[in-house]
């Protein structure tokens, strides 16, 4: 089964940037969509981001377009979220998760599917 890593979580203020890494481990991830979710204290987890295994499609939630880019390098095994123009609201925990050949991914208020693998959590505290 293929383990996922996060990194990168950390303290910033409003308007700040942060990246995120999440690197995957165990087996090869070629196949694997990749995505990133968040969970703020009190709340759901909700969708934020992700990749299709071939980079052929990128899927953000409204709340993040055009402020949060992700990228994948799969040289690195490693999915990057890079998160600018941070808001208190994007406070949270952030998750990866990778899913073999996912194609769709759940809308603001959907419910999570399984995914195949999740990582433990990074925890991004933005001040105001």
């Known amino acids: 089964q293929i383990q996922l890593a996060e990194s990168g979580g950390g303290l910033a203020e409003t308007g700040g940037s942060l990246t995120l890494s999440c690197t995957a481990s165990g087996q090869d ?14 709340k759901e987890r909700e969708f934020v981001a ?27 095994n490693t999915v990057y979220l890079q998160m600018n123009s941070l808001k208190p609201e994007d406070t949270a925990t952030y998750y990866c998760a990778a899913d073999y050949l996912r194609g769709t991914w759940p809308a603001h208020g959907e419910t999570i599917p399984p995914m195949d693998s999740w990582g433990a959590g990074t925890l991004v505290t933005v001040s105001s």
């Open 29 to 42: 991830y070629t196949y694997y969509a990749m995505g990133w979710f968040r969970q703020a204290p009190g």
């Open 50 to 76: 992700a990749m299709s295994w071939n980079k052929g499609h990128t899927y953000y939630t409204d709340h993040v377009k055009g402020r949060f880019t992700l990228s994948r390098d799969d040289a690195r």
